[in-house]
């Protein structure tokens, strides 16, 4: 059975390489492996990278652009009968990774799966607490509920080509196809096994506006969903509080505290910034969204 890597790249060149040899350690078990790389106009060596590890490489414009075309276009161009998604700037932990993400999706126990994520030692400490939360110890095959993550996931061929990625959201694109493949009673499911670290190098405005687009593609997933001012003030308070607590025990809390404060107001401004949102986004403000420079 062929696994079809699919890795959007706009600049990938830091990690790139680090995750294409860990792939190409994978014990992939029964499956075969291809890794397509989608690109959006990556300028620091990125494409090199991809071709010295033989990937097959196609290209997306910055004006064609968006988180969901970009994935379809790449499994478009991939042949395989299970297309991995993974980040350009996440690195398998282990040898294991891509066969326990696929063998659940290989034996039809669900459609989509997805990982666990944990952070770097350069990661930020609250992003790691949010890993922790969001990708347990423990794996659930299948789960209850459309949670998922692009960032390292298994689909299946039919599963995509039946649903396809929303090519307009401004992000989650994942769980906005796994809320519509888990209400027609398909399955998701969770590999703890299959771990990845991921690494993030955004500055805090970048932070801040990856939580604000996050939180306006939220809004068609979940528009029950509204954050009001003194939620806003309550979020940032108490995940703060609650961060230092960890900080402190973990012995780190006089070099973590304030880049705590400042990741937490990033989280939380650009979350309710983006959950009290409602128009059509012009050109300007896609390239906001979309781009991280």
Known sequence: MLASIVIRTLNEARYLGELLQAIERQDTGPFEVEVVVIDSGSDDGTLEIAQRHGCVITH?????FS???SLNMGCEVAR????VLISGHCVPTDEHWLRKLCQPV??????????KQVGGPESHFSECR???????DESCVPQDGFFCN????A??????ARYRFDECVTGLEDMELAKRLYLDGGRIGYV???CVYHYHSESWKQVKRRFEREALALQKIMPQIHVRHRDLLRYIARSIWRDWCHAWKEGVFLSRAWEIVQYRVCQYTGSFKGNREHRILSHAERDKYFYPG
Not at 60 to 64: D, L, V
Not at 80 to 83: F, K, P, Q, S, T
Not at 155 to 160: F, K, L
């Open 150 to 153: 692009n960032a390292n996931s």
């Open 192 to 194: 703890a096994e299959a």
């Open 106 to 115: 290989a034996d039809g126990k669900v459609a989509y799966s997805y990982g």
């Open 155 to 160: 689909i299946s061929r039919d599963a995509w």
């Open 130 to 136: 949010i890993f922790s939360k969001y990708y347990p």
């Open 60 to 64: 997306i414009t910055r004006e064609q």
């Open 80 to 83: 395989g009968d299970i297309l």
């Open 67 to 69: 988180f969901g075309r």
